[in-house]
């Protein structure tokens, strides 16, 4: 048993149905309801009876809530009351950001400029479900995310539930990336009809995570494309780039000495414009100078990035 089933199984219990409840917690539906048989089955009870309305707590399973509701409030306790014994360095840094090497290239230059003795960093290339988490869960005061036209609604839904704000870097257009000896690698622009023959290689998102966290541009003719190759890192994204005819979609961005030499990127001629790069944070909260100054990082390679791309 762990606290995030038991946060989840509570969330149940409130909206009386795991339809409306896995909503609210941004999971799937049938990842929820895994969860939920996984936990009665170790327990050895039947927490909710299911009927058409939706479900409804058994005697054992309001006995079960009553016991594990004062342990979320008792962690939440500790946590509040060791988190202001700790001795905090003279600089700290915690960061979410999707797999994007020009991010990297900020912190890089970023940290050149600092002349520190002690210091705690903390950087995560992660998925866009878990930069989200990250920031509302404060284990990371920025994240960096990007919204496009299909998946804005969606979004901007999770991030005002959060508490979650979005400020927009820069307006790109999605590109093709690629080995430079690709098939295609000769075209100035490429036309999406063209690459239905090609693997598309895509970054794995976690089970619960809706297809809107996806880390690489989505459009809406996704489903033609029936070669698709999932990886994990960014390390084995490159290799598969340069070692075969797949093919990804993302900013375009694509710095020197921070992305495969081997790779290239071409703009989509039908999505122009429709990358909204940008960062998150928790709503009422100020950033450091640190961080200021990191964003103005970002901003920096990635408007000379894109005038080299031009």
Same mark, same amino acid.
């Not at 609604?153 to 979650?164: E, G, Q």
């Not at 704000?165 to 257009?173: A, D, W």
């Not at 990804?248 to 001629?269: D, H, M, N, Q, V």
């Not at 790069?277 to 990035?305: A, P, R, Y």
């Given at each position: 048993?762990?606290?995030?089933?038991?946060?989840? &199984?509570?969330?149940?219990?409130?909206?009386?149905?795991?339809?409306? @409840?896995?909503?609210?917690?941004?999971?799937?539906?049938?990842?929820?309801?895994? +969860?939920?048989?996984?936990?009665?089955?170790?327990?050895?009870?039947?927490?909710?009876?299911?009927?058409?309305?939706?479900?409804?707590?058994?005697?054992?399973?309001?006995?079960?809530?009553?016991?594990?509701?004062?342990?979320?409030?008792?962690?939440?306790?500790? &946590?509040?009351?060791?988190?202001?014994?700790?001795?905090?360095?003279?600089?700290?840094? @915690?960061?979410? *950001?999707?797999?994007?090497?020009?991010?990297?290239?900020?912190?890089?230059?970023?940290?050149?400029?600092?002349?520190?003795?002690?210091?705690?960093?903390?950087?995560?290339?992660?998925?866009?479900?878990?930069? &989200?988490?990250?920031?509302?869960?404060?284990?990371?005061?920025?994240?960096?995310?990007?919204?496009?036209?299909?998946?804005?609604?969606?979004?901007?839904?999770?991030?005002?539930?959060?508490?979650?704000?979005?400020?927009?870097?820069?307006?790109? *257009?999605?590109?093709?990336?690629?080995?430079?000896?690709?098939?295609?690698?000769?075209?100035?622009?490429?036309? +999406?009809?063209?690459?239905?023959?090609?693997?598309?290689?895509?970054?794995?998102?976690? @089970?619960?995570?809706?297809?809107?966290?996806?880390?690489?541009?989505?459009?809406?003719?996704?489903?033609?494309?029936?070669?698709?190759?999932?990886?994990?890192?960014?390390?084995?994204? &490159?290799?598969? +780039?340069?070692?075969?005819?797949?093919?990804?979609?993302?900013?375009?961005?694509?710095?020197?000495?921070? @992305?495969?030499?081997?790779?290239?990127?071409?703009?989509?001629?039908?999505?122009?414009?429709?990358?909204?790069?940008?960062?998150?944070?928790?709503?009422?909260?100020?950033?450091?100078?640190?961080?200021?100054?990191?964003?103005?990082?970002?901003?920096?390679?990635?408007?000379?990035?894109?005038?080299?791309?031009?």
């Amino acid at each position: 048993m762990t606290f995030q089933q038991i946060q989840y &199984i509570i969330e149940i219990s409130r909206c009386g149905s795991i339809s409306k @409840a896995s909503k609210n917690l941004y999971v799937a539906q049938p990842y929820l309801s895994k +969860l939920l048989k996984e936990l009665e089955e170790e327990i050895g009870i039947t927490i909710f009876n299911r009927n058409i309305k939706g479900v409804e707590l058994t005697d054992e399973g309001k006995e079960f809530i009553n016991h594990v509701r004062p342990l979320l409030e008792q962690k939440k306790k500790i &946590i509040e009351m060791y988190s202001h014994h700790k001795t905090n360095p003279a600089m700290y840094i @915690a960061i979410s *950001t999707q797999r994007y090497p020009f991010v990297i290239k900020a912190f890089i230059e970023f940290f050149k400029k600092k002349i520190i003795n002690k210091f705690e960093i903390h950087i995560r290339e992660v998925g866009m479900y878990r930069v &989200i988490n990250d920031v509302y869960e404060k284990r990371s005061a920025l994240g960096i995310i990007f919204i496009s036209e299909l998946t804005e609604k969606f979004l901007k839904k999770v991030l005002a539930s959060k508490d979650i704000e979005f400020y927009e870097i820069v307006k790109l *257009t999605p590109c093709v990336f690629f080995h430079k000896n690709h098939p295609l690698a000769q075209n100035n622009e490429i036309n +999406l009809n063209e690459l239905y023959n090609f693997p598309f290689a895509s970054f794995e998102e976690e @089970a619960s995570a809706s297809m809107d966290f996806a880390e690489e541009f989505l459009f809406y003719d996704f489903n033609l494309i029936e070669k698709k190759i999932f990886v994990e890192d960014r390390g084995t994204m &490159i290799n598969i +780039l340069t070692n075969t005819n797949a093919f990804s979609i993302g900013t375009g961005i694509l710095p020197f000495g921070y @992305a495969g030499p081997e790779i290239i990127s071409k703009p989509i001629i039908q999505y122009k414009d429709e990358i909204r790069l940008g960062w998150i944070k928790l709503s009422n909260t100020k950033l450091d100078d640190d961080m200021e100054l990191f964003i103005e990082n970002i901003k920096s390679i990635v408007s000379e990035s894109i005038q080299k791309l031009n």
